[in-house]
């Protein structure tokens, strides 16, 4: 086979590959992968569902690839399927959730949750999100 031909066919794979590698390390800096562990998600809350929403877990943004269901159990997090490589779909039940934190960077204003007890990790969201989520309960 030509050379050429060789480097073409495995592009695909080594580009692919390489995607799969950062999803996965995303996961692991930013703690998803640690709450994964904790918080699996056996089913779908039953709620309201919110999608294509931004969050942060510990250093790592989540932009406009989040589904969200609040249920009066919990809050679920899901990660677009094209992302979702290393990022299990999550559960979080309010009575593991600490009480927000509010703060404001500039004209943002945002949520702190503390999830765990001991503390896992820590997910922020945008305020108007977060107040959106308790109000569908």
């Not at 030509?2 to 800096?29: E, K, M, R």
């Not at 989040?66 to 009066?72: E, L, P």
């Not at 299990?88 to 959730?97: A, D, E």
């Not at 204003?109 to 997910?123: E, Q, W």
Request: proline residues 6%; aromatic residues 14%; glycine residues 8%.
């Amino acid at each position: 086979m030509n050379g050429h031909l060789i480097f073409i066919l495995l592009v695909p794979f080594v580009l692919v590959g390489f995607f799969c590698l950062v999803t996965y390390l995303l996961s692991t800096i930013g703690g998803w992968s640690k709450l994964a562990k904790n918080y699996p998600r056996r089913q779908i809350a039953e709620g309201r569902k919110f999608t294509m929403q931004s969050l942060a877990v510990g250093v790592t943004n989540y932009g406009n690839v989040i589904t969200v269901h609040s249920s009066r159990e919990g809050l679920d997090f899901a990660v677009m399927f094209l992302f979702r490589f290393g990022h299990r779909p999550l559960f979080i039940p309010w009575s593991h959730i600490a009480p927000p934190r509010e703060k404001s960077l500039l004209w943002c204003k945002y949520v702190l949750l503390d999830i765990g007890m001991p503390k896992v990790a820590t997910i922020k969201l945008p305020k108007k999100v977060y107040d959106s989520y308790r109000e569908s309960l």
